[in-house]
């Protein structure tokens, strides 16, 4: 996992090397066009799956009569719900438990192999709920 140097620490290594600061104050502003480049092709996706699911259900819904698209949006509205509610919980329970296990003191081979299924957002979640105690 690559992390990124905020500016100070930048500036703070390589006080002395005014030509690794150039090098790495360039590599840092690449990987912020980079990223708000991933940033908008992303909310194009989105924006692609929301209208394809939209057109997808007028398309079903023109196609039936009521009494059927009505127990199918019913249907996909309960199957929606629950989807985003088991998921979540989950997700938060899975995570819950591989820190646990991770924090027991396992071997760095074990810890690399939990921390693929570790959601980072979850885990940052956790730990400022954590620190608010």
Not at 29 to 39: D, L, N, V, W
Not at 42 to 48: E, K, Q, R, S, V
Not at 60 to 78: G, M, N, P, R, V
Not at 101 to 123: A, E, F, N, T
Request: glycine share 4%; net charge positive.
């Amino acid at each position: 996992m690559k992390t990124r140097k905020s500016r100070k620490l930048i500036e703070h290594v390589a006080r002395n090397n005014p030509k690794l600061r150039e090098e790495e104050l360039k590599k840092q502003i690449k990987s912020k066009k980079i990223a708000k480049i991933k940033e908008i092709i992303g909310y194009i996706l989105i924006a692609c799956t929301v209208l394809g699911c939209n057109y997808i259900a007028i398309v079903i819904a023109a196609t039936t009569d009521k009494e059927q698209t009505t127990k199918w949006a019913i249907s996909f509205l309960i199957s929606l719900a629950q989807d985003m509610g088991t998921v979540q919980v989950m997700k938060v329970i899975v995570t819950v438990l591989l820190v646990r296990i991770i924090g027991r003191g396992q071997s760095k081979k074990v810890v690399k192999i939990l921390r693929l299924g570790l959601d980072p957002i979850v885990v940052r979640a956790l730990a400022m709920a954590s620190l608010r105690k």
